[in-house]
């Protein structure tokens, strides 16, 4: 089972912008379709963007969509997020999930880091 730690969280203002990272161990490719989702307090976890293991197909969620690009680094195992014109409603707890393909179950998660956007 791979391993997933988040870094990159923290407070930006309205219009700024972040870089999440999510570092894979424990697998030689890592993580294999890479997600990223997020919480938000008293909601449910939601879908932002997901990877394939190659990188080369992408899917986001309509709310991120041209403000939020997810990549991959196979040489490093690791998957980054960079999020762009941060609105207040992006504030959540961002997690890393490890998937067999774009509509599997996540079967590895991350710890999560937060973001907070400050209006």
Do not use: H
Not at 17 to 30: D, E, F, H, Q
Not at 43 to 68: H, L, M, N, P, Q
Not at 95 to 109: H, I
Request: charged fraction near 15%; hydrophobic fraction near 30%; include cysteine.
């Amino acid at each position: 089972q791979v391993q997933l730690v988040e870094s990159g969280g923290g407070l930006v203002q309205a219009g700024g912008s972040l870089r999440l990272s999510c570092a894979a161990s424990g697998r030689t490719l890592g993580c294999y379709v890479c997600g990223w989702f997020r919480q938000a307090p008293g909601k449910e976890r939601e879908f932002v963007a997901a990877i394939s293991s190659s990188g080369g197909s992408t899917r986001y969620a309509d709310s991120v969509k041209g403000r939020f690009t997810i990549s991959r680094d196979n040489a490093k195992n690791t998957v980054y997020l960079q999020m762009n014109s941060l609105k207040p409603e992006d504030t959540a707890v961002y997690y890393c999930a490890d998937s067999g393909g774009f509509t599997s179950t996540p079967r590895s998660w991350g710890q999560g880091t937060q973001v907070t956007v400050s209006s």
